[in-house]
């Protein structure tokens, strides 16, 4: 099993910036992908980016260029950048493991706000 604790999350006026970290532990040996998904209010949750071992990296269009995730393997924590934010990237964003088992464990969640 793999608990995820995330942090970070707030409110911030458009053009701003936050970071958000998700640290991972309990069977860390078997992470494959980390990875982070947001869900607004009345739209399915979606992926807004993975990175697989060091640099293989994933994003959706609606924040290239904006969003950097990054991975320290040695604290198994994986981080979002976000920068440029726009009042759309509102949502609760939460952080996602797939294992090498082709399991799936998912944080709590963490509200970012975007005001215009």
């Known amino acids: 099993q793999v608990q995820l604790v995330e942090s970070g999350g707030g409110l911030v006026q458009a053009g701003g910036s936050l970071r958000l970290s998700c640290a991972a532990s309990?069977?860390?040996?078997?992470?494959?992908?980390m990875g982070w998904f947001r869900q607004a209010p009345g739209k399915q949750r979606e992926l807004v980016a993975a990175i697989q071992g060091s640099s293989n990296t994933n994003y959706a269009d609606s924040v290239k260029g904006r969003f950097t995730i990054s991975r320290d393997k040695a604290k198994n924590t994986v981080y979002l950048q976000m920068n440029s934010l726009k009042p759309e990237d509102t949502a609760v964003y939460y952080c996602?493991?797939?294992?090498?088992?082709?399991?799936?464990?998912w944080g709590q969640g963490t509200q970012v706000t975007v005001s215009s």
């Open positions: 996602n493991i797939q294992t090498m088992y082709s399991t799936t464990h």
């Open positions: 309990g069977s860390t040996y078997s992470i494959d992908v």
